[in-house]
């Protein structure tokens, strides 16, 4: 597609609940991200796919969250046990491969969580 | 963690007025990108200038990698310049977009 497509673009879910959000990247780029924006801050990363691997998942802040590209393409993040907490603009991000060098991050428009 | 931080926080403009957005970052970084987030929430990429001047229209970036700060300049400002602008780097070294952003310079452009 000719960008980042995130679905759903909002999703309200019960404490407690588990969802998932999916994301398309740009056709070509291998390089997958998502990241957590909070309501007046800056995005905060939170996972990096090179491929089918996660190549860091250093900013996940728990281990209720997990995310996936089985192939290469799309990806999805899992959050299980859902808290208030958790309420954010869940971003995702992609690029042409890193590599040697880094390149224009592109992203989506988000997809709005709220926990309840 | 490398630190970013951008003035003003705030900066209310009358359209056509000429502006300027500084962000100053800890250490050495090989990837900074400005972004533009406008009211309805969608990042726009503006400019990836890890280092150099770069110009788009209306808009320039100028870094200076050695005393670490980039400037971000609007020139006869729009109502759709409006929103939160964000710089965002990542370390030397580093690779792969691991971003760690800025707390954002909001700008609000009147007509």
């Known amino acids: 597609g000719a960008g980042v497509s995130q679905t759903p673009s909002n999703k309200v879910t019960e404490k407690g609940k588990y969802v998932e959000l999916r994301c398309d990247p740009i056709?070509?780029?291998?390089?997958l991200y998502w990241y957590r924006q909070s309501l007046g801050q800056g995005p905060e990363f939170l996972i990096y796919f090179q491929g089918t691997g996660a190549a860091d998942d250093s900013g996940l802040p728990n281990d209720r969250f997990f995310a996936v590209r089985p192939e290469g393409s799309v990806s999805t993040l899992k959050i299980q046990r859902t808290e208030r907490g958790d309420s954010a603009v869940y971003l995702c991000a992609s690029s042409l491969s890193p590599a040697n060098y880094n390149s224009p991050l592109h992203f989506g428009n988000g997809t709005r969580l709220t926990v309840t | 963690g490398i630190q970013v931080e951008q003035s003003p926080p705030d900066l209310i403009l009358q359209e056509g007025a000429n502006s300027t957005l500084r962000c100053n970052f800890s250490?050495?970084?090989?990837?900074l990108q400005w972004f533009h987030q406008n009211p309805w929430g969608q990042l726009i990429n503006l400019f990836y200038i890890p280092s150099g001047t770069k110009q788009n229209g209306r808009l320039s970036a100028t870094t200076v990698a050695t005393e670490r700060y980039s400037l971000l300049y609007i020139s006869s400002s729009q109502t759709t310049d409006s929103g939160v602008y964000f710089c965002a780097v990542e370390r030397l070294k580093a690779a792969g977009n691991k971003l760690t952003f800025g707390g954002g310079t909001r700008v609000l452009v009147k007509p």
């Open positions: 250490d050495s970084v090989n990837n």
């Open positions: 056709s070509g780029h291998t390089a």
